[in-house]
């Protein structure tokens, strides 16, 4: 089994002649490895010739990638405009005091890491969130509990 290290050097070198390979390593990495070790930023910034703070940079600016592992779930809640409109203000205040963890953080036993996303394309049906693999609509602070108090059967 390959350690993190040698993950991030195959990515690199999977990816490093591509034009602009900064995101597409940073992709390769988060989706090897589940996110981006702290560790790795200045092989990758080595590697690719651009300063530490170039890439932490980058890793701080898009939502998607992290820094942490994430829990055993992740819940990504819709926040563009039309599931705001539709009450997504309101589930992810919920979200946050049902499982005890801003946006952006995993909750204490690693089971769940809350997430916002911009646009899950569910406009007609918000607010939408997804949860693992799975895109639900219409999402209410009931439905929500409902969800996430089946996590561990299978979702329908």
Do not use: K, W
């Not at 034009?19 to 910034?45: F, K, M, N, W």
């Not at 992810?92 to 899950?120: K, N, Q, S, W, Y």
Request: glycine content about 10%; proline content about 4%; charged content about 20%.
């Amino acid at each position: 089994m390959a350690t993190g290290d040698e993950i991030v050097l195959a990515v690199i070198n999977e990816r490093r002649a591509l034009r602009g390979a900064l995101l597409p390593v940073l992709h390769g990495i988060q989706d090897r490895l589940g996110y981006i070790p702290s560790e790795a930023v200045a092989t990758i910034a080595r590697e690719l010739n651009l300063s530490r703070a170039e890439v932490h940079g980058v890793i701080t600016f898009y939502h998607h990638f992290r820094e942490e592992p994430a829990g055993r779930t992740v819940i990504q809640i819709c926040r563009a405009e039309a599931c705001q409109a539709n009450g997504a203000d309101a589930l992810v205040e919920h979200a946050r005091a049902h499982l005890g963890c801003a946006l952006h953080e995993t909750t204490g036993d690693g089971a769940i890491t809350l997430e916002p996303v911009f646009c899950l394309g569910q406009c007609a049906v918000g607010p939408a969130l997804m949860l693992g693999e799975r895109l639900y609509g219409r999402v209410t602070p009931a439905r929500f509990d409902e969800l996430v108090g089946r996590l561990g059967e299978p979702l329908a």
